[in-house]
């Protein structure tokens, strides 16, 4: 609730904001009730600041330890994404805040977080605002708390699964608003594109690559027979170890259709091919030996 309070804050104080900016033009001869406008202005671009400057620390103080059943999506990130969403939905005026209010802002609560973000800002493009840096920054903070959640759950496959199911539900987000989509700029997304294909092929790694690895070769052939013992035994460890996955497996959350779809896929085309081919070619060995016992 006290999340949800803080959001429409926000966008009651740009509200006003906005309100002031316009009115205020239209006050020559009232000079006196200018400068209050003005003031009144300035104060509520400070507190705007100020309201993303409490997002970045609520990032920051959400330490807790308690894991996402399945790997599914994290209430922090759904709440942070739909609060940058909604607040894009100003961007003009955020921009215009950020360009007018922010330096002063710093100079009232300096500190040496502030001082750092003073040299990124001058380290930037031109072109680059005030108000996309923030955003950065916010998604910066976003990611690093994501990325040590993750950290907790002890099956790196299902670590990757909730990063997949975060990190796609993020990159939606972002492409689905033109204004978050301009402001973040196509790299990040390209860049967030390739963590979701590299957290895709660590999880089919850790999880169906090692199932694979039952069916090796290796060991199989002595004098260039095969050893039907040892082959028996790898279908054996390979069911056994395909069982587990699927109990375990079954109860892990991916919340985008086309992310199961991808899966899907990529996993038939790393066990069927491996499976198949290594069965077809035994099944002759068990049922030649079968019939030689029958004899």
Known sequence: MTKQCSAEKLFKFLDMYETLRDVVPAMEGL???KNEATTARCRLGEATILMFADLENSIKADTGKTLVPGGAMHPLMRYTMNYLKY??????????????HYYSR???TQSFDDDDQKNKI???PPQTTLFSLQLMRVMELLDSNLETKAKLYKDVGLSNIFMMNNGRYILQNIK???EIHDL???KWSHKRSSDLKQYHKNYQRETWSKLVGCLSNEGLNVNRKVVRSVLKERFKSFNQMFNEIHKTQST???SDKQNQSELRVSISAVVIPAYHPSWGGSRNIFTLGDQRRSM
Do not use: H, I, K, P
């Not at 607040?87 to 007018?100: G, M």
């Open 106 to 108: 710093l100079d009232e």
């Open 184 to 186: 973040m700029g196509n």
């Open 176 to 178: 689905g608003s033109t």
């Open 122 to 124: 001058s380290e930037q």
């Open 252 to 254: 892990w959350v991916v």
């Open 87 to 100: 607040a894009c939905e100003y961007t003009d005026t955020l921009e215009q805040v950020f360009r007018e």
């Open 31 to 33: 000079f006196e009730l």
